[in-house]
């Protein structure tokens, strides 16, 4: 008999096989990390089902059973040889195996050249991936796929990891996009997330297998990889124990089995873990810690009696907060619960309880802020709308006039903020992860089988806090789970998690250069805080004490309810809240749509209600509202689009048509290029600007998930060629760029520089085609010339050196013209801004961020809060280089960084500017370029605002920034724009 255990990350499956092979008994089951318990429960089911066993062959795989296997003396199979061997053995002829577990995916390759791919530390688009999108969507996660198969539209969710997914689906749920599109969604992203991330580069095709509890349990996501793979996968019978056979089959040695309890026992005993200090000693130090806090407290007061108050509603990204105001400041009454993917319940059911039980008490107005602000400020007919920063910071500043620092950790959001002279001198908030926030911890709890109270509850007095460092939760899954297994309790592992809360808060968000920095009348807030585990951390980090208001977790409604009243005061009027004969006739019915009215097709939801009135979310613009082009007289993005798209260009071409990929540097060079083409006379064909499915045609030939997305985009745009027949496409390295310092300092960055070498070695299709791609520098013409004789000369032998001469001129004069005509426009826009008091918004980046895939319209989303729009180059050939250079702390040899940093330093020497860059996630040297232009910016009094991109184009967290920055420069009043 041979037998084979598979301990998985969240699962633990055995099969039993007789000598032939055949499968006599399996079983599957999740561990809840109690692994050992889990294996002797199986030891006493296996000896019960075949009394008779005394010794059989076992070997144990898996990504979790190293540390038994060795501890046990017992063989280990690595699991992806496991899996191969059962594989061949059972299906021979398979070209690849595509698997998700728990917390592992792999993609095995077969045949002569065999490779393994999986990945390395984070569980994005996995089991547990999944499993936490249900919890979101507050579903069981086996009815993920039942939702899946009834879905009707679908969105751009992030599978990298779970927690920039919710920042994805909570904004989504909060303006009523259907459940079952979101499941659909979400199967969608975890293939896409599987296939770039794991095959790197290398065709999946043939006959592949899908193996693991997750394809094997969900048709829809088998279903999701065929589309992306344009295959017919197979999931073959008994695939959840796929590794648990191939380690059958390959055990060697006979193990005892009566002496398994006793190996399994002495295992764990033997087990330690990193730890640190107790939060506090005893019981008594943390009665004074409690005393201390109960002193910055909201005087509480009921609605009873009261005849007047003002409503103030944060409907936040997990949660819904409500906060009833005397005109004198007391709290009359709140709402604190999770919002189930649904604020609007929520609220109904809070304001018709409390027009019921308190008829006398009037509301003169409400406000609300937080992500679903815009959904229920419509549904409700609610006063006004606030930005959640700036409602956080009334609400401390009323507890705490000298404030100089305010710090919220809500469910996903964390928000800084730096206080000078009574006003917002700086805003820091957490990128699209929300690791460090309070949805961590709430994950964690679930995981663990426990509320969020309770969680903290068990934290305060442990002994022994375990080590977790500051990592993201789908990395921290693994910690966790291997703390356990080395005995660490509860209550350690719950006051290692909050400690590390307030560490990435410290160190990833904030990143202060000392802790004197930050400040010290420090207000924290936020659900989180209530937490009095991470509070404790945070002064213990800090080493100050710092204020936390009885109402921490309400400060947000708060906040909104002392601005209603700000407003009420300045203007008093009738309030526009719904009222209670309103409510009871209240309905609210959601549907999905696409729009066709530009190239986005946005996903839209429409939100309709009993009045009749309509709330359309998702959209980018204001055409599916007006049906009105937006205009684009103040956007200098839109307007470089269009003078790139009105280039000229030859009708007939005597020698032909040459492609050119519309990505990265081509946003810029493209005029020299086409201009040279042209004269050689070739017909120039780029790929689509406006074609958003650009990225899904080129995914499986990307060699690295962690390149920037625009570089991502070029395999899309070269494969948009190719199947348009262009066989002939030019696309050049180029070490430098062109020089605007005169010195040949004017490096590209590498991915920019020698991408074109990553398509040719990834995209097989390119070997049949004509790809030029030689090396080309612009700094000296008679070189450039030589280097493209050599280049066409291998096709063209009838282009002559002297025709290039004259080629290499136009496209020099194309360029300048063309440079001079953005600068033109830019200019233009400044000076209409100013005339009609509009504040100017400098959007920083590189020239392929005017793509509109790849900057999601966030410029039109500034233009329609009111700002006009100008680009980095627009203005920072107004700063010399010499004046740039002596005030730089960094080393000044990038063309496109060169422009950042003077555009910033004129941004300070205008007051009515403000500069907000544009970085792409996984882009290394903007690691530079960010904090250089903070620093320029900030030294200045400046506020620094930076917008992390890639191919989410969900826009809340961009919107929120955008805001933030507006209201803390005292722009206008958005909520009246």
């Known amino acids: ?108 390759f077969l045949g002569r050249h065999f490779d393994a791919r999986m990945n390395d530390s984070c569980a994005g688009g996995t089991g547990a991936f999944i499993d936490q999108m249900a919890a979101l969507l507050n579903v069981e996660a086996d009815k993920m796929n039942e939702l899946a198969q009834q879905a009707t539209t679908s969105y751009t969710i992030a599978s990298r990891c779970g ?54 349990f969900m048709s829809c996501l088998r279903d999701s990889f065929d589309k992306i ?97 005397s005109p004198a400041g007391e709290l009359l009454d709140s709402f604190y619960q999770s919002n189930k993917g649904n604020p609007v319940v929520a609220v109904r059911d809070y304001l018709t309880d409390f027009y019921q039980k308190y008829p006398h008490c009037q509301l003169l107005a409400g406000a609300v802020t937080g992500y679903g602000e815009d959904l229920i400020r419509h549904a409700f007919g609610m006063d006004y709308g606030i930005v959640e920063t700036m409602a956080h910071f009334y609400a401390a500043h009323h507890l705490e006039p000298d404030v100089d620092f305010i710090l919220d950790i809500g469910g996903q959001d964390m ?7 009574g006003a917002i001198d700086n805003i820091f908030l957490n990128e699209a992860c929300s690791s460090g926030c309070g949805s961590f911890l709430q994950t964690f709890a679930e995981i663990l089988g426990y509320s969020a109270e309770e969680f903290a509850q068990i934290g305060l007095f442990a002994d022994m806090p375990v080590d977790l460092g500051s990592r993201c939760t789908v990395f921290m899954n693994s910690s966790v789970k291997q703390a356990q297994k080395d005995g660490a309790s509860v209550a350690n592992i719950s006051a290692g998690l909050s400690i590390s809360i307030v560490k990435n808060a410290l160190y990833k968000v904030i990143r202060p250069s000392s802790k004197a920095a930050i400040g010290q009348h420090i207000v924290v807030q936020g659900g989180t805080f209530l937490n009095d585990c991470v509070l404790r951390a945070f002064e213990q980090e800090m080493g100050l004490n710092v204020v936390r208001p009885n109402i921490a977790g309400l400060m947000g409604a708060y906040g909104a309810a002392l601005y209603a009243q700000r407003r009420y005061q300045d203007n008093p009027k009738p309030s526009s809240i719904i009222k209670l004969a ?166 590209n960055c590498p991915v920019v520089a020698y991408y074109p070498e990553v398509l040719h070695a990834n995209m097989r299709e390119l070997a049949k085609a004509h790809f030029f791609f030689d ?47 953005v600068k033109e426009r830019g200019q233009r826009i400044i000076t209409l801004a100013r005339s009609q008091h509009k504040p100017i918004v400098v959007l920083a980046g590189r020239p392929y961020h005017i793509d509109p895939k790849v900057n999601h319209s966030i410029d039109r989303l500034i233009t329609t809060m009111g700002a006009a729009l100008v680009s980095e180059d627009a203005v920072s050939s107004h700063i010399t280089p010499q004046e740039l250079n002596t005030d730089l702390h960094v080393l000044n040899q990038w063309t496109y960084h060169s422009r950042l940093y003077a555009a910033a330093k004129y941004v300070t020497e205008n007051p009515d500017m403000h500069m907000i860059q544009l970085v792409s996630f996984g882009c290394g040297c903007d690691a530079i370029t960010a904090d250089e232009c903070r620093r320029i910016l900030e030294e200045h009094g400046r506020i620094y605002t930076q917008i992390k991109i890639d191919d989410i184009d969900n826009l809340g967290a961009a919107k929120i920034r955008i805001r933030s920055l507006f209201s803390a420069a005292n722009l206008f009043d958005l909520d009246t724009n």
């Open 229 to 325: 793979l344009n295959i017919k996968g197979v999931c073959p019978d008994n695939s959840l124990y796929y590794v648990a056979m191939g380690a059958a089959f390959c055990a060697e040695h006979d193990v005892e089995f009566a002496s398994l309890p006793v190996k399994l026992e002495a295992a764990i005993k033997t087990h330690t873990f990193e730890h640190m200090a107790p939060l506090f000693k005893d019981e008594a130090e943390y009665q004074a810690f409690h005393a201390r806090h109960l002193k910055d407290a909201v005087t509480i007061s009921t609605p009873e009696k009261a005849t007047q108050a003002f409503i103030g509603i944060d409907s936040g990204s997990t949660t819904i907060k409500i906060a009833v105001m």
């Open 582 to 747: 309103e409510l009871k006739s209240f309905q609210h019915t959601v549907k999905g749509v696409t729009c066709g009215l530009c190239n986005n097709h946005c996903h839209l939801t429409i939100n309709i209600f009993a009045s009749g009135k309509r709330f359309i979310s998702g959209n980018r613009c204001e055409r599916p509202i007006t049906h009105m082009a937006p205009q684009n007289d103040l956007n200098l993005y839109r307007q470089k689009l269009e003078l790139l798209q009105a280039l000229p260009n030859l009708d007939a071409p005597k020698r032909g048509v040459m492609g050119i990929p519309m990505g990265l540097n081509m946003y810029e060079l493209l005029p020299f290029w086409q201009g040279l083409l042209n004269h050689l006379g070739f017909k120039v064909v780029t790929s689509p600007i406006e074609d958003k499915n650009i990225y899904r045609m080129g995914q499986n030939t990307i060699p690295s998930d962690t390149v920037c997305y625009p570089a991502k985009l070029m395999h899309g745009h070269i494969k948009w060629l190719l199947d348009q027949g262009i066989d002939h496409i030019f696309y050049p390295c180029m070490t430098y760029n062109i020089s605007e310092q005169g010195t040949e300092n004017c490096y």
């Open 415 to 421: 928000k800084c903020l730096k206080i000078h002279n």
């Open 775 to 821: 090396y080309l520098g612009l700094l000296h013409k008679k070189v450039l010339v030589q280097k493209l004789y050599e280049l066409f000369h291998r096709e063209y032998a009838d282009i002559t050196k002297k025709e290039l001469h004259k080629a290499v001129d136009a496209a020099f004069a194309a360029y300048d013209a063309f440079e001079a005509q």
């Open 1 to 108: 008999m041979q037998i084979g255990l598979d301990i998985g990350s969240t699962t633990i499956k055995i099969a039993v096989l007789d000598d032939a092979g055949t499968l006599l008994f399996s079983k599957y089951q999740r561990h809840y990390s109690q692994i050992a318990t889990r294996i002797l429960e199986l030891h006493r089911e296996l000896m019960a089902k075949f009394p008779t066993l005394r010794t059989a062959r076992l070997a144990i795989s898996g990504s979790a059973g190293i540390g038994i296997a060795e501890s046990c003396g017992i063989q280990f199979v690595q699991e992806v040889f496991a899996e191969k061997i059962c594989t061949e053995k059972l299906h021979p002829g398979t070209d690849a195996v595509i698997e998700l577990g728990g917390e592992d995916a792999k993609i095995l």
């Open 163 to 216: 927690v920039f997914a919710k920042s994805d689906i909570q904004p989504l749920l909060n303006q009523g996009a259907a459940k079952s599109d979101l499941a659909a969604s979400i199967f969608r992203a975890v293939a896409s997330q599987a296939v770039t991330g794991l095959s790197k580069g290398r065709p999946i095709e043939g006959n592949v297998l899908y193996l693991g509890g997750p394809l094997t």
